[in-house]
C-alpha cells in the first residue's frame, strides 16, 4: 500500500510485517530530530536533509526489516516500474505476472481469491549481489493496489 510515512514519493507492496517499498525520503531541515543530527553531525540542517533525491528500497519479512539506497536512480525508473505494475494487474485477468525493476527488484504476482494477489519480492541489493533476498507478502486487492498507484504516479508528476 501507498502510506506517505517518509516525506516524499512512497510505494509500498505488502501488509505492515511483510513488504517491499519504493521510496525517496526528504527530510525536513525543521525537524527536531534532523536539527539535532545535523548538530551532531556538524553540519546545517539543510546539508543534511539534502535534495531529496536519492530512492531507496525498504523491505520488512516477519516484523524484522532493512533497505538499501539506489544510488541514481531517476523519478521514470520507479514510475516505469508502477505504470508497468499498474497495466498487469488491469490486464492479467486474475492470472500470474511478473514485473520487473532491473537488477535490484522483481515482483511475481499470483491470484490469491476474488480480486487479490500475494506477491513475491526478488531483492538483489546493489552492494551485496551475492545475497539476494525474498518478501511474500500476504493477499492484496488489486482494486486498493491500483489506487495507490494511481497517488504514487500522481507524486511523481
Known amino acids: 500500500m501507498s502510506p506517505d510515512g517518509e516525506g516524499g514519493p512512497a510505494l509500498f507492496i505488502g ?13 525536513d531541515p525543521g525537524d527536531e530530530g534532523v536539527r539535532r543530527a545535523a548538530e551532531e553531525a556538524g553540519v ?7 535534495s531529496g533525491d536519492t530512492w531507496a528500497v525498504l523491505f520488512e519479512r516477519g516484523g524484522e526489516g532493512d533497505g538499501f539506497e539506489l544510488p541514481g536512480v531517476r523519478d521514470a525508473e520507479p514510475a ?3 505504470r508497468r505494475l499498474r497495466d498487469e ?4 485477468g486474475g492470472g ?6 532491473g537488477a535490484v527488484l522483481r515482483l511475481d504476482a499470483r491470484p490469491s481469491g476474488a480480486g487479490a494477489y500475494l506477491f513475491t519480492a526478488h531483492l ?3 552492494d551485496d549481489a551475492e545475497k539476494p533476498l525474498t518478501v511474500e507478502t500476504g493477499p492484496l486487492p488489486a ?5 495507490d498507484l494511481d497517488t504514487f504516479l500522481g507524486s511523481l508528476a
Open 96 to 101: 500470474p505476472f511478473t514485473v520487473d525493476g
Open 80 to 82: 516505469e516500474f508502477a
Open 44 to 50: 546545517t540542517p539543510e546539508e543534511l536533509a539534502g
Open 15 to 27: 501488509t505492515e510485517t511483510d513488504y517491499v517499498a519504493l521510496v525517496r525520503p526528504e527530510l
Open 89 to 92: 494487474l488491469t490486464a492479467a
Open 124 to 126: 538483489t541489493p546493489p
Open 143 to 147: 482494486a486498493a493496489l491500483l489506487a
